[in-house]
């Protein structure tokens, strides 16, 4: 039977752990998440979580099936559809446009899809070891699928035929001097995909030709996958700061950097969009090293982060993962994902789930 997560009193759950492990209440009240994780190493707990340990691990874990969503989408037509990740059977001009900009594309998204899939299915099973609720959005998935050759047709919970693609992380991580967690604001590096709504995938096999429109269509793929991955990149870092239990933490730190590493593959990825105008829709994907752009800002090989400004502008400059504000950070993500374009079509149920799990998360404080 499970138990409820919302009837523990707060603050009786970690004593209970710090009991369990020895530790006199009053040695360890003190220490913080990290503190605590070095005593309480061990099995894992199966103790109910505080309800924003919930919170949090529930939002992420509905962020980890939207994202799981779109993933799949991509893979069916882009990536290798095998027995890890089941579904679709490709579109080969689709294909042939992702490899010019890395001819191992289709691998990648194999990859990246899988450990979405792993992500979602962790936090789920996660919870419910710990007295938890596992989130389920199947209830929303109504969007319509692509009708191009190589996609099921299926309801998605995502959108990826009318994009507005967020592309200033590009220079977000190149800028010496900028961090949006100080207000700081960044060009976006294809001006264009934020004036518009693209598809990222064909939608149906009308947008294989001409190769200039599908060399696009593989472009804005190419540029969201970062968009997409620098915001996990991001959210793992900015709700840690608020989680309790250090085994929740070991969970949100064992996660994150994985979404680092997708980011990075991408930034590196999207630098070979070949320079190509749509001519269905004028949308002009520009050469990044010459100008007007080039240099420090744009430079495609330019992928590391660039140390900047971080907690105090009178602090040296440091090479980190930006934004990592915590405040606020779930309904943030929430935000992004829906100005990216990716829940038109979702009804206000949709929204108002989101909106509720999001709250939940970002009212959770960490408890001692
Ligand atoms: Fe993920
Ligand atoms: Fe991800």
Redesign the pocket.
Known sequence: MRKSFESAPVGAISRRSLLATGLAVGAGAGLGPLGRAAAAFGDTSSEALTSGDAAILRFLSAAEIL?TDLWQQYNELGGIQDSEVPGGSGSPRYVAALRKLDLDMPQYIHD?TED?FTHFTFINAYLESRGGEAVNLDRFRTLPSSKATGAQQIGRLTNLMELTVDTTWWTRYRSRTGNPDFGDKFPPAVPGLSEGRFPAIPRSDKDLKPREHIQAIANTAGFHFGT??QG?TSLYPSLAQRVSDPEVLRVLLSIGPT?AM?FQTWHDKAGNAPEVTDPTNGLAFPSLNAPPFGGEDFQTNLIMPEPTIFLKRRFPACSIIRPTKTDGAAMGAVKALTADGLFIGHSKEFFDALKELATAADAATPQA
């Open positions: 994202e990246n979405e997409i991955e996990g979404e997708h």
